[in-house]
Each structure stands twice: as C-alpha cells, then as structure tokens.
C-alpha cells in the first residue's frame, strides 16, 4: 500500500503559501462579488430630493416557451402494446402521436410521406404476380374469393386469369396459379425515436409477434400470407396464398416493432413487458416523455422523425389529458384547457342543437365516410328453410327478382336519401362531398310493372298489386315491413325510405326496436333468425368488398347455430364470383341483397383555425398548426 508522506515546510515556503492563499481568497471574493446580481434597494427618504435618474440595465434575452397542443381523451388505454388485443379509441390517437403511417391518406387522396420510400405497385414494380404450382392439399384462394384446400371440384383462376370469367373446375393434373409477391421499401433515413435504424427485420419481427399472438382481429391477413421477410435492411416482402390478390396492401405489412427493445422479451410476455406496454418507442412526429396514470401522457418533438422541414411537428410539445366525462371536456374546449377532443367522445351523437352551437365556437371535423349502414333485403327468410309454398303461411317471395329490388332502390334514390338525412343531421354548411353512393337510371315504375307489381287503381297512395308475379298469389299487395334500431339516425332514414317507397306505391310499416332485441341471437332475434323483409343494418368497416358479407356459407341458420352475416339468406354463385373481381369496394350494386345508405361518421373536434383545413385527417396529428 503506498502512503502519503507529509513533510515540514520550511518559513520561506511556509511565507509563500501564506502570500498565495490570501490572493486566492482575494481572486475568489472579487469573482462572487461580480456575480452575484444586485438587489436594488430604496434610496428615497420622505422630504428627500429624487435622485438623477440612471441608464436602465441592459436588456437579457428571454427564454421562448414551449409551444404545446393539449389533445384530451375520453379514457385512458390500458397500454400502448400493439398486440395487447385492444385496439381503437384513444389508444389509436396517441398512435397517431407515435407513429406515422404508412399507408395514411392527405385530404387530397395521396397517400402521405411516411416510413415507405415508395408504395408499392405494379407500376413501379412493387407488386407482382408469380405463376406457381399447386398441390392437393395446399391452402388457396378459390374463385370466389373463399379460403380453401386446393382439390378436385374447386373452382380456381389458373395463372394469367385476373377475372372470374376465367376461372375452371379443376379435376387433375398439373396446375399453375398467380402468387402475389408484394415489395415494401422503407426508407432509409427512417429511424426510431431512440435514434436507432428503423429495418424490414423490425417489420418481420412484428410479422412474427402477431403469429404468436393470434388475435382474431389479424387471423384474416394472417390466414392470406405464406410468407413475410427481409430481404435486405430495407426491403420486407409478402408472399400471398395462390389465388389471392389484395385489394389494399395495408393489413400485409406489419408495422414494425423495435427489435433492438424487445426482441430479448419472450414473444408470449410481451405485452406485460414494461417497456413495450407503457414506454414504447416510434417513429412518428412526437415520443413519449412520461405517463402519469389516471392523468396525462406528456410528449415531446421527436429529434429523430423523418421527412422534409415542412412536415416537421408544428408544437414542441404535446399532451394527452385524460378527461372521461364528455362536457367537461367540452368545458375545457371552450375555455382553451383542451385544444382538441379526439374521437373516443362520440361528439357525433350529439343532438343538431349542441353540434351546432359547437361548430360556431369549434372546428368540426367529420370521418368514416364509408357507407356502412346498409337497407338489407330479406329475400329468403328462415321460413323458406324447408322450402317455399305460396299457399302456405310463408311470406310472399317479395324480393328474389332483382328487378324487384332494384326498382325499390331507384325509388329511393340512395344518394339524395344520405344527404336528406345528413343535413337533416350535421350543422349547417357541412361539406357532404365525400359522401359517394351509386346513382340508379332505372325506371321503378316500369321495372315493377315489368315483374307483375301493378298500379290497379292508378293511385299511388294505394300499394301495388300482384299480376303474374312468379311464386306470388294474385293480388297480393305489395306491403313490406322495414326493421330498424332506435337510432335518431335511423328514425330519421325509415321516415325517408317509408316515404319515398310509398310515393312508388310500395307500402312500408314500419317498426323500431332496442339494441338488444333487434340484434338477438337466431332463431328469435328479428335479423339472425330472418324475420324481416327490409332492415337497417350497421357493419363495421372491413378489410374486404362489403359484398363478402353476403356469401352463401354466412347465411346464419340452424346448420351454423344462427351465426354469420348473410341477413338477407342470399346465395349466388355468380353474385360472389363477381364479388371476387371487385378491386374496390365502396358500395353494393342494385343486384346485391343489399344497399349502401348511410356512412357511420365520427367526429373530432378542435379550436379555431388548428387544423389549418377542414379535412384534415386525424391520423395526421402532426400536422395541426401551432400559429
């Protein structure tokens, strides 16, 4: 052990020290003096003269606040783990925060810059389609658009076939079909809000942890793809099931997740893991700072966020405010506490009055504008089950004619119904462009006469009467009974469709029943037992054409213990072979079982002038403009 050795200073040595010390202390008490700020005392005494007035000081600079967006939410997530088995709500407004895109749509329909260098096409080479073998015994996609095993009697679209008028019945022997290869470039200044390279292989390692999660949400894509992987650091691929061609790419890359955290957590833990669940990393405009429970989320401007100085987040910071009571928060809104309310408020079931008030002091902001409630036409109830007879007590075959259902469409003329109701419903000066449903030329009057639905006594008040109609008794009249939910919404579009059917000669009685009883469970319940003849319907948007609802093994019955989606018991196999075909889905045409009426809008809301456009998308939250 070395020690230290103190040694005796000599007077000399021992006069220097001293001398330096007290310069030192001199130095040090002249420097404390400099900087201490001088406290300003009062010079002035009563009867005393004011003395000359002195130069002001110096002016110091100030530093600039922080520019922050207050964005209040109607519940708190339970966590921010993508595959926690939750989804919507405000979970997906803070995702917005975290993360952008891709796949994310500028009011004017482009699609906006994100984490891809370039989408995918077959313009550009992203998309293609690889002829490919099959075998007995493979997964395929059929001609109707159906998941099934690959063996004789499928009808299947051999390789180089894009339509089902193409398709053949397969029997034996060889056969080739088309295997979609999709390639997703990321760019290659994309990082996470760490700092580190957002990679494919991050993208793959999500692909991986939703396999292992097995949500029913993702089974449909995950049942379509035989492959995901990185090719490159940059470049994921998608390899589909033969047969399948997407009609939208989004739901085939798997947003990433970031290896470099979570990749040492088992797959099964994850969400529980700490870190992925209440401190996940992202790659959008803000990060996460810190999350303070029951209260707020506190976000910053992501350092590392990509993309032009123009797209860059307008606010420095932002905060996520968890205020569940709705008109507290529209207190808050008023009074500048919140900048914006997101969806999770449903500020949309507000009545006329108060949506009004509100956009006189707000911006209103209106979405989901796909037509989602749909009329659906009961063209075989469960009754037909063990066949149809005339004589009997079944309901007269209104409906398997489609000229039938299509002259009831063009009498209701779906787009001026939608926007009837609609401004019946929004505040004045709401822009109804988006809304978008198919137009009917049709003559009803001469399709009905057509079929046999006569007009006897030239009254139109009076409801037509069968002449000739197939499977009808002469004379039946032409009366329906329309089902709806007690919905404003709802009332408001069967007061229109009683109205307008009527005008046609068509008589409509109609009945509106709770929530629980006209969703009820088959055989009992009025749509999944088949029990009407017109009801208003609302789906959830999905990830295919609406027109797959309406496949003949949906058709809820005994064989499937009432469930499926097929309301209306249609079956055709020509109707889903077309279905097959559509490359988009936004709206059913007048030989479907169903029309499109009415969107299912949500609404946000924000202060004056923040969003810097009335179509702003929400998702694009960076965007808001701070000035």
Partial sequence: MRRLILKPLTKRAAAGFVEKALLALLMLSLAAGCAQTPTVQPTEKPGAETPATQAPPTPTATAVPPKMLTVCLAEEPASLYRYDGHAGGAKDTIFAALYDGPFELSADGTFAESILSAYPSRENGGVSSIPTAVQPGDMVVDAYGELRVFKAGIFVRPAGCTSSECAVKWESGEFQMDQTRVEFQLRTDGLWSDGELLTAEDAVFSY?????????????????????????????????????????????FWLPLPGHQLSGVDPAALAEDLQAARAPLGWGAYRLVSWESGQSLELERNPHYFGAPENQAAFDQLRFLFIPEREEALAKLADGSCDVLDKSYHLEALPKE???????????????????????????????????????????????????????????????????????????????????????????????????????????????????????????????????????????????????????????????????QLYQPGPEGVLFGRKFDLALVSWQQVNEPLCVLYRGKAVPSEANFWVGTNLAGFSDPAFEAACADIEQGDGLAPAYPAAALLPHLSLWASRPGLAGQQNLPWNQLERLNAD
């Avoid at 894509?221 to 047969?243: M, N, Y």
């Fill in 208 to 252: 991986a942890t939703a396999k292992q999660a097995a949500l029913p949400a993702g089974a449909w894509a995950l049942d379509r793809t035989i492959s995901f992987t990185a090719e490159d650091k940059q470049s994921a691929v998608w390899l589909g099931v033969p047969g399948y061609s997407p009609r939208e790419l989004a739901p085939f």
């Fill in 354 to 516: 108060q949506l009004s008030a509100l956009a006189a002091s707000a911006d209103l902001h209106w979405e989901d504008w796909e037509p989602v409630e749909q009329l659906v036409f009961g063209i075989q109830p469960a009754s037909y089950d063990d066949g149809y007879a005339y004589w009997t007590d079944d309901r007269p075959d209104f409906f398997s004619d489609e000229r039938t259902r299509t002259a009831l469409l063009a009498c209701l003329d779906p787009q001026k119904l939608a926007e009837q109701v609609l401004t019946d419903w929004l505040p004045e000066g709401s822009d109804l462009t988006r809304l978008q449903l198919p137009s009917l030329s049709a003559d009803p009057a001469a399709l009905l006469d057509e079929v046999g639905w006569k007009d006897l006594d030239a009254d139109p008040s009076t409801p037509r009467s069968a002449q000739g109609v197939p499977g009808v008794s002469e004379g039946t009249p032409l009366s329906l009974r329309l089902t709806t939910s007690q919905r404003w919404l709802h009332q408001k579009a069967a007061a229109l469709i009683v109205e307008k059917l009527g005008a046609c000669g068509v008589r409509v009685d109609w009945q509106a029943l709770p929530l629980a």
